[in-house]
């Protein structure tokens, strides 16, 4: 690999990790551009975390090779920590101190004096709106609040990689839309992140390529568009008037599209996936002979859009299902190594 000279952040090559008889992570290949947000995607028990872990050279890989800026993570895993910072799935900061309190003391053992060590922490509690909150113990923090200062606590040193494990898990929307706009400057300052989720949204509002993994291995792989158009043109939103035509509705949908019909909680909604086609027009008049098979045939549809597919759907046709849960034969979490979390593999470089 020639990751020094060639722009990437992250490149990986067959990377396998194993606990006991379980193959948590079975043969994954990543190619992250540097200076990009760079999503992986799957459910709990993918292999996410056991990745993000081997890659911060907190495990050992039994597998496979894995460089990151061109640094061997096993040879050279001292060059690659001094590069690098992870945020994992639970905050690394200690409760029982106050939110300056936190960042200064990282900061002394990041090697600042104390009088640059209050400074950036002043700076950082500023810039993620935490001021106000700095001289409370974080204990008293809320959710939203305690993965701004844990992030905070991983850029107190300016990484050039910054790994994030489902930094919003357990967030109301409005403290995941924060930790995004945090996300999005870290990127803009330079700094390249690499981000777990489980979230179809957050993937498609951060990430500009993503990696699709399902149980221990990549199943896709690129951008969102890319990724979208690969299961198929789109996807015809309708609403009917009389939910009691929703049955009659789905089976002229069925046959008019030659389509996997959705009936949504909704009980007048339902949703159609159109198969893939040459160009949206191609798409918009698949629907629209399907609304014309549904007048002929006396059902009023009150609301009709066209749209891409989601990332939701993108997921469900790759693996069959969605990503909260993974089935019995993903046996990555029964090893109790992936996607869990123990605050001492917390690292801030």
């Known amino acids: 690999m020639s990751t020094q000279t060639s722009g990437l952040a992250i490149e990986t090559a067959g990377l396998v990790k194993t606990f006991g008889e379980t193959r948590a992570v079975d043969g ?145 929307p409005r403290s995941r839309n924060q930790v995004w706009d945090i996300v999005r400057a870290v990127v803009a300052q330079g700094t390249t992140v690499l981000l777990t989720t489980q979230y179809l949204d957050e993937a498609d509002q951060l990430a500009s390529r993503i990696a699709v993994i399902d149980r221990g291995k990549v199943i896709a792989e690129g951008t969102k568009g890319e990724l979208k158009a690969s299961v198929g043109a789109g996807s015809v939103h309708l609403r009917l008037r009389d939910a009691e035509q929703r049955p009659l509705a789905a089976d002229l949908l069925r046959r008019a599209l030659d389509a996997r019909v959705q009936a949504e909680p909704d009980p007048v909604a339902l949703t159609a996936r159109l198969a893939a086609a040459a160009s949206h027009d191609t798409a918009a008049e698949q629907a629209a002979r399907a609304l014309s098979e549904l007048a002929r045939a006396g059902v009023t549809v009150d609301n009709f859009s066209l749209g891409q597919p989601s990332l939701d759907e993108v997921f469900l046709a790759l693996t069959g299902h969605d990503t909260r849960v993974s089935d019995a034969s993903d046996t990555s979490d029964t090893s109790g190594q992936d996607d869990s979390h123990d605050p001492k593999d917390e690292v801030a470089a």
């Open 28 to 172: 994954v290949d990543l190619t992250v551009p540097a200076g990009t947000v760079y999503g992986v995607l799957g459910p709990n028990g993918a292999g996410k975390t056991t990745t993000v872990k081997m890659l911060a050279t907190l495990l050992r890989p039994d597998g496979g090779e894995a460089h990151v800026f061109g640094h061997d993570i096993v040879r050279e895993a001292d060059e690659v920590r001094g590069r690098v910072s992870l945020t994992g799935q639970y905050a690394s900061v200690d409760e029982d101190l106050t939110g300056t309190e936190n960042l200064v003391l990282l900061g002394r053992l990041l090697g600042h004096r104390k009088p640059a060590a209050r400074t950036r922490a002043a700076q950082l509690l500023e810039a993620f709106g935490l001021t106000d909150a700095a001289g409370k113990q974080v204990k008293h923090y809320s959710g939203g609040m305690r993965r701004r200062i844990d992030i905070a606590a991983s850029i107190l040193n300016t990484p050039d990689l910054l790994f994030l494990d489902e930094p919003t898990t357990g967030l109301d």
